[in-house]
């Protein structure tokens, strides 16, 4: 199973994680909502429907893990229930079943289940429900707190809306991390609600809805119509309108029969100022359904930020390009600062606010600070936004807008009503719904942390989870975290620590699905590594790898593809083409465990260097090829 129970109990001592309600108020867009005439009209068709349920009757096999049995003498209903039994805290192992018609993109899903406990120590008992990709990489979930009862107690989670891009889901039964003794669980029920009718997210202007000189051409709005069951895209209207400050209407539209829909304007037409863009369902009795406004700002060149993300969502800083290139650390001393700058790292990502002489001392090195501002004090923000080593604001850390939008929508408030210069970085586990990403953060990235040194490790889930990010997010800032870690640091049964292999075929997994940025978890681990592995192993580690990304960021940068670049098809193969100062440069990663040949042409070449190897390919039968071992790494230049 994968691990991300184990990532949600890294911070939370394993305490499963509730759910909440969906949106509420966001700080640069209003909330999608219905009248109260339209919600009656629709309520026959938004009644949830049950899609899968079970009293565990049918001796399912797909429940059985070595630990969980059918019994006979304790149940709620029926003849039998599922028994839980864990003997000693070395195992962590899950229940689980995969229920069909229930990953359908953001269609919110409920669990339910009756559960019972005997004689638990160290935690109790409780259901999720997970969603995964076709390879198997964890996408989303939905948690329900934990029991200890030894009555019988229903226990539900949810409504959670499904990732988009899953292809099935789980429902989860299991005791907590380092909980003994028994549980059992009877008459679960699967739940499908019906989603929300509107999605919209800005592709352009991506960053706080700020057209800033120089880089969007045009208003580009992504819209989805998800309807409600008996209904279709053909039932509803799409209207958009452009409001100036005024509220004077700029440019309006009303699209019908489509599903996924595309508003464009071009920027050229705007004045200086600011803008709303409303956009509404209506249904074919002409009442609004659901609604959403969008604020747009055009800048004038003396009002363009000090950092901000361009329209390829790279970073630019002071006015340069800059490929963030951080670390996580704990309370940040100057030997830390000199490990981390003879690393390669190039940002500093602490749990903790540094000292303005560490600031300083951060900014004498080149190096910038993430500073760590998971509250609302909009005084630490004015405090210390002018300093000049600040990149931006690290407001989040594994808590997801859809369930926890009161807690993370005002840290959010908090850096775009205080700090124009400088933008917001949220990390979680789980992949958001771009439109709600967009409503709480700048920028974003997934923590897949999958090694733990075993057979079943999933080392190439990085780039299903960044290209997913990627898609719910595009013109957007997407900040992969990579694992250094030994996941043993935290009893979560790691046994090692990523090799060096592991780590750069992570790195550049995040890479070519278009993270333009990383951020490594963490220093302060490596120093404590629970498998003994040393302090300077494991940052040369690092540094080995983090020294080649950091040469060749300048290219990593470039929005130019080598369009004369093609690769023969392999479903193990990853890939991604720049052009940069005359040359064409190809990225290749194998996810396999096992060697894979990389086949590909270029145009009027002779020879490709592979970077960093000290070796070249010659063309034979017009094509270069090359043979990359197990999660191998290939970095080709070619001269154009």
């Not at 899903?109 to 935690?123: C, D, I, M, P």
């Not at 300077?536 to 369009?563: G, H, M, W």
């Given at each position: 199973?994968?691990?991300?129970?184990?990532?949600?109990?890294?911070?939370?001592?394993?305490?499963?994680?509730?759910?909440?309600?969906?949106?509420?108020?966001?700080?640069?867009?209003?909330?999608?909502?219905?009248?109260?005439?339209?919600?009656?009209?629709?309520?026959?068709?938004?009644?949830?429907?049950?899609?899968?349920?079970?009293?565990?009757?049918?001796?399912?096999?797909?429940?059985?893990?070595?630990?969980?049995?059918?019994?006979?003498?304790?149940?709620?209903?029926?003849?039998?229930?599922?028994?839980?039994?864990?003997?000693?805290?070395?195992?962590?192992?899950?229940?689980?079943?995969?229920?069909?018609?229930?990953?359908?993109?953001?269609?919110?899903?409920?669990?339910?289940?009756?559960?019972?406990?005997?004689?638990?120590?160290?935690?109790?008992?409780?259901?999720?429900?997970?969603?995964?990709?076709?390879?198997?990489?964890?996408?989303?979930?939905?948690?329900?707190?934990?029991?200890?009862?030894?009555?019988?107690?229903?226990?539900?989670?949810?409504?959670?809306?499904?990732?988009?891009?899953?292809?099935?889901?789980?429902?989860?039964?299991?005791?907590?991390?380092?909980?003994?003794?028994?549980?059992?669980?009877?008459?679960?029920?699967?739940?499908?609600?019906?989603?929300?009718?509107?999605?919209?997210?800005?592709?352009?202007?991506?960053?706080?809805?700020?057209?800033?000189?120089?880089?969007?051409?045009?208003?580009?709005?992504?819209?989805?119509?998800?309807?409600?069951?008996?209904?279709?895209?053909?039932?509803?209207?799409?209207?958009?309108?452009?409001?100036?400050?005024?509220?004077?209407?700029?440019?309006?539209?009303?699209?019908?029969?489509?599903?996924?829909?595309?508003?464009?304007?071009?920027?050229?037409?705007?004045?200086?100022?600011?803008?709303?863009?409303?956009?509404?369902?209506?249904?074919?009795?002409?009442?609004?359904?659901?609604?959403?406004?969008?604020?747009?700002?055009?800048?004038?060149?003396?009002?363009?930020?000090?950092?901000?993300?361009?329209?390829?969502?790279?970073?630019?800083?002071?006015?340069?390009?800059?490929?963030?290139?951080?670390?996580?650390?704990?309370?940040?001393?100057?030997?830390?600062?000199?490990?981390?700058?003879?690393?390669?790292?190039?940002?500093?990502?602490?749990?903790?606010?540094?000292?303005?002489?560490?600031?300083?001392?951060?900014?004498?090195?080149?190096?910038?600070?993430?500073?760590?501002?998971?509250?609302?004090?909009?005084?630490?923000?004015?405090?210390?936004?002018?300093?000049?080593?600040?990149?931006?604001?690290?407001?989040?850390?594994?808590?997801?807008?859809?369930?926890?939008?009161?807690?993370?929508?005002?840290?959010?408030?908090?850096?775009?009503e205080n700090d124009f210069d400088h933008p917001a970085y949220s990390v979680d586990y789980r992949v958001w719904p771009g439109d709600?990403?967009?409503?709480?953060?700048?920028?974003?990235?997934?923590?897949?942390?999958?090694?733990?040194?075993?057979?079943?490790?999933?080392?190439?889930?990085?780039?299903?989870?960044?290209?997913?990010?990627?898609?719910?997010?595009?013109?957007?800032?997407?900040?992969?975290?990579?694992?250094?870690?030994?996941?043993?640091?935290?009893?979560?049964?790691?046994?090692?620590?990523?090799?060096?292999?592991?780590?750069?075929?992570?790195?550049?997994?995040?890479?070519?699905?278009?993270?333009?940025?990383?951020?490594?978890?963490?220093?302060?681990?490596?120093?404590?590594?629970?498998?003994?592995?040393?302090?300077?192993?494991?940052?040369?580690?690092?540094?080995?790898?983090?020294?080649?990304?950091?040469?060749?960021?300048?290219?990593?940068?470039?929005?130019?593809?080598?369009?004369?670049?093609?690769?023969?098809?392999?479903?193990?193969?990853?890939?991604?083409?720049?052009?940069?100062?005359?040359?064409?440069?190809?990225?290749?990663?194998?996810?396999?465990?096992?060697?894979?040949?990389?086949?590909?042409?270029?145009?009027?070449?002779?020879?490709?260097?592979?970077?960093?190897?000290?070796?070249?390919?010659?063309?034979?039968?017009?094509?270069?090829?090359?043979?990359?071992?197990?999660?191998?790494?290939?970095?080709?230049?070619?001269?154009?």
């Amino acid at each position: 199973m994968s691990n991300s129970l184990s990532r949600r109990s890294l911070f939370a001592g394993g305490v499963s994680i509730g759910a909440a309600g969906l949106l509420g108020t966001g700080v640069l867009s209003g909330p999608a909502h219905a009248g109260p005439a339209a919600r009656a009209a629709l309520l026959a068709d938004t009644t949830p429907k049950v899609v899968f349920t079970t009293s565990f009757e049918d001796s399912d096999r797909e429940w059985l893990n070595g630990f969980t049995h059918y019994d006979r003498a304790v149940h709620r209903e029926g003849t039998q229930s599922l028994r839980y039994t864990r003997p000693d805290e070395s195992t962590y192992v899950f229940a689980t079943k995969k229920i069909p018609h229930a990953a359908e993109d953001y269609v919110p899903v409920s669990v339910s289940a009756w559960v019972k406990t005997e004689g638990l120590k160290n935690g109790g008992a409780s259901i999720a429900v997970e969603w995964y990709a076709k390879d198997d990489c964890y996408l989303g979930g939905g948690y329900a707190g934990a029991t200890t009862s030894a009555d019988w107690v229903q226990l539900t989670c949810g409504p959670q809306a499904a990732p988009a891009g899953a292809a099935y889901m789980k429902a989860i039964f299991y005791l907590q991390r380092q909980t003994t003794g028994s549980a059992w669980i009877d008459e679960l029920v699967v739940t499908r609600h019906e989603p929300k009718l509107l999605r919209a997210k800005l592709a352009a202007p991506a960053y706080r809805g700020l057209l800033i000189p120089g880089e969007n051409r045009e208003i580009d709005l992504r819209i989805g119509l998800y309807p409600p069951t008996g209904s279709d895209a053909s039932d509803y209207k799409v209207n958009v309108e452009l409001a100036d400050a005024d509220g004077h209407k700029v440019h309006t539209r009303t699209y019908s029969g489509a599903s996924r829909l595309k508003y464009t304007h071009p920027v050229s037409r705007l004045a200086h100022g600011e803008y709303e863009l409303r956009v509404s369902a209506v249904d074919s009795k002409g009442r609004t359904v659901e609604d959403k406004t969008i604020e747009l700002r055009k800048l004038r060149d003396s009002e363009v930020p000090t950092t901000y993300f361009d329209a390829h969502g790279r970073t630019r800083h002071n006015g340069e390009l800059f490929f963030p290139l951080g670390a996580y650390n704990g309370p940040t001393t100057s030997k830390n600062l000199e490990d981390l700058q003879y690393a390669s790292f190039n940002t500093v990502v602490s749990y903790h606010v540094p000292t303005v002489p560490i600031l300083d001392e951060t900014h004498r090195r080149g190096m910038k600070t993430l500073f760590t501002h998971r509250n609302t004090d909009a005084g630490e923000v004015q405090k210390y936004k002018g300093h000049p080593s600040l990149l931006g604001w690290y407001i989040n850390d594994e808590t997801p807008p859809d369930t926890e939008g009161p807690v993370v929508r005002p840290r959010y408030a908090s850096v775009v009503e205080n700090d124009f210069d400088h933008p917001a970085y949220s990390v979680d586990y789980r992949v958001w719904p771009g439109d709600l990403t967009q409503e709480v953060t700048d920028a974003y990235g997934t923590d897949n942390y999958p090694i733990k040194g075993e057979p079943t490790d999933g080392p190439h889930h990085v780039y299903t989870s960044t290209a997913a990010a990627v898609r719910e997010r595009p013109g957007s800032a997407v900040w992969t975290v990579i694992q250094l870690h030994n996941l043993g640091n935290y009893g979560h049964f790691g046994v090692r620590a990523p090799n060096l292999a592991e780590v750069r075929s992570m790195s550049w997994q995040a890479i070519v699905a278009g993270a333009n940025g990383l951020i490594y978890y963490s220093r302060f681990d490596m120093e404590r590594d629970a498998a003994g592995e040393s302090y300077r192993t494991l940052l040369d580690r690092a540094k080995a790898v983090v020294s080649q990304i950091s040469t060749l960021s300048p290219v990593i940068l470039s929005a130019d593809r080598a369009e004369s670049v093609r690769v023969a098809h392999s479903d193990d193969l990853e890939w991604t083409t720049r052009a940069h100062e005359g040359h064409d440069y190809l990225f290749v990663v194998n996810r396999s465990g096992a060697a894979r040949t990389v086949s590909f042409t270029g145009r009027g070449n002779d020879k490709a260097e592979v970077l960093f190897e000290g070796r070249e390919l010659a063309k034979k039968g017009g094509r270069f090829t090359d043979r990359l071992e197990g999660l191998g790494v290939g970095l080709y230049r070619l001269s154009q």
